[in-house]
């Protein structure tokens, strides 16, 4: 098997790395929005509360970006694995 996906390593390379990456990115947003609530709007401080705020947006983005590049890696992954058993 590993033979057959040697000609395609950087897929599947670049697809475990984006695996491993999202999962910190996502966990990052419930604490930042955590931070938020008990730091900032418990204590009257909007301009900390505007700075989280784009700092989540911010993640947001990222963690969109990376799951994006994930399914695109993905589905060349799968591909690949299907035009190898069909073919």
């Given at each position: 098997?590993l033979?057959?996906?040697?000609?395609?390593?950087?897929?599947f390379?670049?697809?475990?790395?984006?695996?491993?990456?999202?999962?910190p990115?996502?966990?990052?947003?419930?604490?930042?929005?955590?931070?938020?609530?008990?730091?900032?709007?418990f204590?009257?401080?909007?301009?900390?509360l505007?700075l989280?705020?784009w700092?989540?947006?911010?993640?947001?983005?990222?963690e969109?970006?990376?799951q994006?590049?994930?399914?695109?890696?993905?589905?060349?992954?799968?591909?690949v694995?299907?035009?190898?058993?069909?073919?």
């Amino acid at each position: 098997m590993l033979i057959l996906a040697r000609p395609y390593k950087w897929i599947f390379t670049i697809a475990t790395l984006l695996a491993v990456a999202i999962a910190p990115v996502a966990t990052v947003r419930p604490f930042l929005i955590q931070k938020m609530v008990d730091d900032h709007i418990f204590h009257g401080d909007i301009q900390g509360l505007y700075l989280l705020a784009w700092i989540v947006i911010g993640f947001t983005f990222l963690e969109a970006i990376m799951q994006y590049f994930f399914f695109i890696f993905y589905t060349m992954d799968r591909s690949v694995c299907d035009s190898r058993f069909k073919g």
